[in-house]
């Protein structure tokens, strides 16, 4: 009996090198040579000091940057343009001011020609599952932090991408809205398992949240230079997960590397982590 072939990977960066012309001439070099794979279903968090490179990674998987070597790869297939299979949420929100909540989720199906009130009604069906119910009439001003970030998350999964990119989505929040949007994202992924890239400053937040945890070099230059398994059970709480021994072995562990890195970063006057 023949055995089945693997699935190629939701996301495979090969040999990626990118590099900026700069203005007064030359070149900076801002990564060198990675490889990064995500398995599909698979949650990937990246960390490392500030200007290593994590959100340029983040926006050649989304196509929005080509490598100047190396290429990319969505399940098996090389990108050219923009990545149709992923849907990419900003640390900034890109809501419409002059638009509803659900008039700025709605608006995600409209370029698939998905009549107006079919959109209306998914797009009450994603603001249910983030919570949002009551504030479907509410314009973005009227919104919380959180609130609107709940919108955006259901602007992004309400066309039902394959893969998700994201950008420390939840850095503007406090503390404890951090905590209930990233159970909020875990409840959501878990329930048919996307492909996750995901990119933060924090740690913590980096391994309550995924399966792995990748760990790249001070820039410039900057490469991959830890890929971390994080062993937790799941379904994970936020807050609890952080309270458990092997959490803090693994964030033991993961420092060892980052350390060095974020010492190096701050070396070369780049301020804190990212």
Same mark, same amino acid.
């Given at each position: 009996?023949?055995?089945?072939?693997?699935?190629?990977?939701?996301?495979?960066?090969?040999?990626?090198?990118?590099?900026?012309?700069?203005? $007064?001439?030359?070149?900076?070099?801002?990564?060198?040579?990675? *490889? &990064?794979?995500?398995?599909?279903?698979?949650?990937?968090?990246?960390?490392?000091?500030?200007?290593?490179?994590?959100?340029?990674?983040?926006?050649?998987?989304?196509?929005?940057?080509?490598?100047?070597?190396?290429?990319?790869?969505?399940?098996?297939?090389? &990108?050219?343009?923009?990545?149709?299979?992923?849907?990419?949420?900003?640390?900034? /929100? +890109?809501? @419409?001011?002059?638009?509803?909540?659900?008039?700025?989720?709605?608006?995600?199906?409209?370029?698939?020609?998905?009549?107006?009130?079919?959109?209306?009604?998914?797009?009450?069906?994603?603001?249910?599952?983030?919570?949002?119910?009551?504030?479907? /009439?509410?314009?973005?001003?009227?919104?919380?932090?959180?609130?609107?970030?709940?919108?955006?998350?259901?602007?992004? &999964?309400?066309? *039902?991408?394959?893969?998700?990119?994201?950008?420390?989505?939840?850095?503007?929040? *406090?503390?404890?809205?951090?905590?209930?949007?990233?159970?909020?994202?875990? *409840?959501?992924?878990?329930?048919?398992?996307?492909?996750?890239?995901?990119?933060?400053?924090?740690?913590?937040?980096?391994?309550?949240?995924? /399966?792995?945890?990748?760990? @790249?070099? +001070?820039?410039?230059?900057?490469?991959?230079?830890?890929?971390?398994?994080?062993?937790?059970?799941?379904?994970? /709480?936020? +807050? $609890?997960?952080?309270?458990?021994?092997?959490?803090?072995?693994?964030?033991?562990?993961?420092?060892?590397? &980052?350390?060095?890195?974020?010492?190096?970063?701050?070396?070369?006057?780049?301020?804190?982590?990212?």
């Amino acid at each position: 009996m023949e055995k089945a072939l693997a699935a190629p990977p939701a996301i495979a960066l090969r040999g990626v090198s990118i590099s900026f012309r700069l203005a $007064e001439g030359g070149a900076y070099d801002a990564v060198a040579r990675s *490889d &990064l794979a995500v398995a599909p279903g698979e949650f990937v968090a990246i960390v490392g000091p500030t200007g290593c490179g994590k959100s340029t990674l983040l926006n050649v998987a989304a196509g929005l940057l080509a490598p100047s070597t190396g290429q990319a790869d969505i399940f098996g297939v090389r &990108l050219a343009g923009l990545n149709a299979k992923a849907g990419y949420l900003f640390q900034q /929100d +890109a809501l @419409m001011p002059w638009k509803t909540a659900l008039d700025n989720v709605a608006v995600a199906l409209e370029p698939r020609g998905v009549s107006r009130a079919a959109a209306l009604a998914r797009a009450r069906e994603w603001l249910a599952r983030v919570g949002l119910s009551a504030f479907v /009439d509410r314009y973005p001003h009227m919104l919380s932090g959180g609130q609107r970030k709940r919108v955006a998350l259901a602007q992004t &999964l309400i066309r *039902d991408p394959e893969i998700l990119l994201m950008d420390e989505p939840f850095g503007p929040l *406090d503390a404890q809205t951090r905590q209930i949007m990233g159970n909020l994202l875990l *409840d959501l992924w878990s329930r048919d398992r996307k492909a996750v890239m995901f990119v933060t400053h924090d740690l913590e937040e980096a391994i309550a949240l995924a /399966d792995r945890v990748v760990v @790249m070099s +001070a820039g410039p230059v900057a490469t991959i230079v830890g890929d971390f398994p994080v062993g937790l059970g799941r379904p994970r /709480d936020i +807050a $609890e997960i952080r309270t458990e021994p092997d959490f803090h072995a693994i964030h033991k562990a993961i420092w060892a590397t &980052l350390r060095g890195e974020v010492q190096r970063a701050y070396a070369r006057g780049e301020g804190r982590t990212a």
